[in-house]
Every structure is written in C-alpha cells, then in structure tokens.
C-alpha cells in the first residue's frame, strides 16, 4: 500500500470538492524572496475548448486560391454547409474580411472569420483581439521528416482528448499534478508576500490541472457566488423546517471548526481545511454583497454566466486583496466527428457574444489593460473531412483579447492548406505545430510579471525553441 505523508493528504484535501479553497499550503513559503513583477493588478483568463477546435473552420482562407485547396479537401463539410448558394456563412463572399496589419508577411494569403464570430472580428480590426496560429505541444521544433525519425523526440499520445488537454494545461499527460496556470499564480504569490493568495487562481468550471499549484489551492466560483458546502447551505439537509436552525448552525460551526478539536494530525488538518473554505467563501460572498452588480448584459449561455463569474470576481479585487489572477473557462462539443454544421457555427456564436460582453464589462470597469483573455484546446482538427465532420488533428489556431494586446496582427502561421507541403501530416492533413504550448504560455506569463528564470522552471522545454516571447502582449 502506498505510503500517504501528511503534505500529501494536504495537497489531495485542497483539491476535493469544497476544500478547494482552502489555500492551506500558501504560507510555507510566503516570506522568501522571488523576482516575479507583482505591481499593479493583471489578470490572465483562459477558456479551454474541449474536444479539439476545428482551427479550419474558424480562421478561414479568403484568397481565391486557398479557399479552393479548403474547399476540396473539405467536399462533405462544405456541401453540407450549401457553399456555392450566396447565402451559407461558409461562402468566400460572406466571411468577415480580417485585415492584419503585418499582411504582408503572408503573402497573397487572406483570412476571414465566420458571421458567428461577428464580435472577434470587431475586436481583431479594433486592434485589442490577435491571432496566434498553428500552435501545438511540441518538444521541439518538429517538421515532417522530423516525424519519420524513430529517435525523434514527440510528445506522448497525440490525438487523445485527456492526454491532450492535460498537456496543454500541464505539458503531461493525464494524471499529471500542476499545471502551468497554476505555476505563473505560484510565482505571484512567492514573490508578494501582503498578497491574499486565497483567491490567485479561480475557476468558474471544473478543477482541472490547470490551476494546480503548490502554493495555493484554486478556489471555485459561480455566476451565484463562491461554490458552497452543501451540506450547511441546504435547508433540507436536515429538515425544512425553523426548529432544525439550531442544528444547522451547529453544523455550520462544526465544519467551521468553531467549535470542535482533535488532537490527530490528519483529521486536523482535514477540519482546517474544510474550515478555512467555509470562511473563504463567506468572505467571498461578503466582498460581492457589498458590490454593486455588472453594467454590461451577459446572454444565458453557460460560457458566458462563467465569464460573469470572473467579471464579478475581478470587480472586488481590492476586497479580496490580490494583485495577480489566474481564471479558468471551459467550453465543451468540439468534438466534431459528424454534425459539424449544425454544432460549430452556434458554438461559435456562444464564444463570441460571452466574450464581447465580457470586454464590454472589463472596459466598464476601467481593467480592460489590465485583463488577456486568451483560448486553449487540446487539438485543432485534420484538414480533410470525413462528411460532415472533422477528425483529431495536432495543431491549432488560437485567440487572443484584451487592452494590452498587441493586436490586428497573425502571430506564428496560417498555412496554406496544401496537404503535400511539409506543414501537414502525411496523412489526414494534421498542422504540424509551428508554436509551442510553452511559447505561448511564456507570451502569457512574461506579461503576467514571471522572469526568464520563473519561465524556464513553469515551461521546462521552452529552452528548446529560439523565439521565447512571440510578441503578442505590450
């Protein structure tokens, strides 16, 4: 039987359910001194597209030529879309035109977005949105003849789904411990000892690996407040009626721990974890109650009541006495493998109304410099269809948006979809990844206040590549 010592049990306890708030680890190493550039208030927010983003039927080709090679790889999917009518949103003519301003070098290759994604265009031609493309786990610069070498260096099972998300989430596999997200906070909270490090990493989905860290646990919230214990909050638990308040509130006090000791290592350590995310979360609770509400209207998808959630959270900063914060958004149904046209186009519309409402809040709330809202999956997905779908591919396009951006520019490369060229796979037409996860992450984390040194620890193979900042952020 494996052997459990006690920081251990501390580690599993902050990450089960309402324990996840706890922060119990954060003061081990809050008095040592760290380089990382706490000053001001920046906030970095993910949202991670779960199932593998169709990179290709997002950032589309809009030059004459490029469009066709799209096109013909992509009988199925584009005759299920009714191209060639005038009126599908796959259309050449219907695409929202995008106009970088680094266009010339791409050559005579144009691009264009989806009408469902009205709101990134606007963003991306104001100059606050950038497109990072072609971005993929690598460990190392990696080319097509790089993949017949047997001793060449890959990443571990590509074109799985768990495996792929824990990679860029944490640059391993599933099972992996700490993410990257949650080593950039680390480093926030090492280097500012007066920083409540309580509330450095926030998710408004699940507890990923994306914000595990050492020092601080991620806290979990909601567009309705912090994730309680139910247990206390249900009136029912122990009957509906006013004469069980008493027992209630005893309850409330025991998991508190207002009331009760133990003279067990473990099981005190459990009750002070279990403790300490009741208050944090009052406390949470508390700093939003004296807050008033959101200015900007956010629709009722679940992406965009996440996104609310981080609005709300970063409104009350002060309150919560953080300088640094690291959030976590999820969307799911990317997994196209049939369907596609009846499923991308409303997640697309979903994204881009919950983002736009949410710069329309961070503007509002005069942060908008302040807070890099940028997009994650775990793969894009193969340049040739199968019908009305698209299978796992490798590398993707992704998006960047916020008032720090240096935007109306394509970072890394959107290729031309010409499946003999050695950008793609041999077969089914997978990008070969020209950014790396940790390319793009230390643009993130440079940004966010980490040093090189800070960077290379959270990003071990970043001393691969030559380019280590891609430019993106001011």
Same mark, same amino acid.
């Given at each position: 039987?494996?052997?459990?010592?006690?920081?251990?049990?501390?580690?599993?306890?902050?990450?089960?359910?309402?324990?996840?708030?706890?922060?119990?680890?954060?003061?081990?190493?809050?008095?040592?001194?760290?380089?990382? $550039?706490?000053?001001?208030?920046?906030?970095?927010?993910?949202?991670?597209?779960? +199932?593998?983003?169709?990179?290709?039927?997002?950032?589309?080709?809009?030059?004459?030529? /490029?469009?066709?090679?799209?096109?013909?790889?992509?009988?199925?999917?584009?005759?299920?879309?009714?191209?060639?009518?005038?009126?599908?949103?796959?259309?050449?003519?219907?695409?929202?035109?995008?106009?970088? *301003?680094?266009?010339?070098?791409?050559?005579?290759?144009?691009?264009?977005?989806?009408?469902?994604? &009205?709101?990134?265009?606007?963003?991306?031609?104001?100059?606050?949105?950038?497109?990072?493309?072609?971005?993929?786990?690598?460990?190392?610069?990696?080319?097509?003849?790089?993949?017949?070498?047997?001793?060449?260096?890959?990443?571990? @099972?590509?074109?799985?789904?768990?495996?792929?998300?824990?990679?860029?989430?944490?640059?391993?596999? %599933?099972?992996?411990?700490?993410?990257?997200?949650?080593?950039?906070?680390?480093?926030?909270?090492?280097?500012?000892?007066?920083?409540?490090?309580?509330?450095?990493?926030?998710?408004?989905?699940?507890?990923?690996?994306?914000?595990?860290?050492? %020092?601080?646990?991620?806290?979990?919230?909601?567009?309705?407040?912090?994730?309680?214990?139910?247990?206390?909050? $249900?009136?029912?638990?122990?009957?509906? %009626?006013?004469?069980?308040?008493?027992?209630?509130?005893?309850?409330?006090?025991?998991?508190?721990?207002? /009331?009760?000791?133990?003279?067990?290592?473990?099981? =005190?350590?459990?009750?002070?974890?279990?403790?300490?995310?009741?208050?944090?979360?009052?406390?949470?609770?508390?700093?939003?109650?004296?807050?008033?509400?959101? *200015?900007?209207?956010?629709?009722?998808?679940?992406?965009?009541?996440?996104?609310?959630?981080?609005?709300?959270?970063?409104?009350?900063?002060?309150?919560?006495?953080?300088?640094?914060?690291?959030?976590?958004?999820?969307?799911?149904?990317? $997994?196209?493998?049939?369907?596609?046209?009846?499923?991308?186009?409303?997640?697309?519309?979903?994204?881009?109304?919950?983002?736009? &409402?949410? @710069?329309?809040?961070?503007?509002?709330?005069?942060?908008?410099?302040?807070?890099?809202?940028?997009?994650?999956?775990?793969?894009?997905?193969?340049?040739?269809?199968?019908?009305?779908?698209?299978?796992?591919?490798? +590398?993707?396009?992704?998006?960047?948006?916020?008032?720090?951006?240096?935007?109306?520019?394509?970072?890394?490369?959107?290729?031309?979809?010409?499946?003999?060229?050695?950008?793609?796979?041999?077969?089914?037409? =997978?990008?070969?990844?020209?950014?790396?996860? %940790?390319?793009?992450?230390?643009?993130?984390?440079?940004?966010?206040?980490?040093?090189?040194?800070?960077?290379?620890?959270?990003?071990?193979?970043?001393?691969?590549?030559?380019?280590?900042?891609?430019?993106?952020?001011?």
């Amino acid at each position: 039987m494996a052997k459990m010592n006690r920081r251990h049990f501390l580690q599993a306890g902050a990450a089960t359910s309402f324990l996840a708030g706890t922060g119990v680890l954060s003061t081990l190493t809050s008095g040592k001194a760290f380089a990382a $550039d706490t000053s001001g208030y920046k906030a970095l927010v993910c949202i991670f597209l779960k +199932g593998g983003m169709d990179h290709a039927d997002t950032v589309i080709p809009r030059d004459q030529a /490029s469009y066709d090679l799209l096109r013909n790889a992509r009988p199925g999917l584009y005759g299920a879309y009714g191209v060639g009518s005038g009126s599908s949103s796959r259309d050449r003519a219907n695409l929202l035109p995008l106009n970088p *301003t680094n266009a010339a070098s791409f050559g005579s290759r144009q691009y264009g977005l989806p009408s469902q994604l &009205a709101g990134f265009q606007s963003m991306f031609e104001s100059g606050e949105m950038a497109i990072v493309g072609n971005v993929g786990p690598l460990i190392q610069p990696t080319t097509r003849p790089d993949l017949e070498k047997a001793t060449f260096s890959l990443p571990p @099972r590509l074109f799985s789904h768990n495996d792929q998300q824990s990679t860029w989430m944490s640059l391993g596999v %599933e099972g992996s411990q700490y993410g990257w997200g949650g080593a950039f906070a680390d480093a926030a909270i090492r280097s500012n000892s007066t920083m409540n490090p309580l509330y450095a990493m926030v998710s408004a989905g699940p507890n990923d690996v994306f914000l595990s860290g050492t %020092e601080a646990s991620q806290f979990t919230t909601s567009y309705a407040g912090a994730q309680q214990v139910k247990l206390v909050d $249900d009136i029912y638990t122990l009957g509906g %009626e006013s004469k069980y308040d008493a027992a209630r509130r005893a309850l409330d006090d025991y998991v508190a721990k207002a /009331s009760f000791s133990e003279d067990n290592l473990y099981a =005190r350590d459990y009750i002070s974890q279990s403790g300490n995310a009741v208050i944090n979360n009052n406390a949470y609770d508390a700093a939003l109650s004296g807050k008033p509400g959101l *200015t900007a209207t956010f629709p009722a998808s679940y992406t965009a009541q996440q996104l609310s959630s981080v609005a709300r959270t970063i409104s009350i900063r002060d309150a919560l006495n953080t300088k640094r914060q690291v959030f976590y958004v999820f969307m799911g149904s990317f $997994d196209t493998h049939s369907g596609q046209t009846g499923q991308i186009p409303d997640l697309h519309t979903e994204l881009s109304e919950a983002v736009s &409402a949410f @710069r329309t809040e961070m503007i509002n709330q005069g942060v908008w410099n302040d807070v890099t809202l940028f997009t994650m999956s775990e793969f894009g997905r193969t340049t040739i269809d199968n019908g009305d779908g698209t299978d796992h591919g490798w +590398g993707g396009h992704h998006f960047v948006a916020g008032g720090s951006v240096a935007g109306k520019k394509i970072y890394g490369d959107i290729p031309t979809p010409d499946l003999g060229s050695d950008t793609f796979t041999s077969t089914h037409g =997978r990008l070969i990844p020209k950014v790396s996860v %940790e390319q793009y992450a230390a643009t993130l984390g440079s940004w966010f206040g980490l040093d090189s040194t800070e960077l290379a620890a959270a990003l071990p193979n970043l001393s691969n590549f030559s380019e280590k900042n891609l430019g993106f952020l001011t």
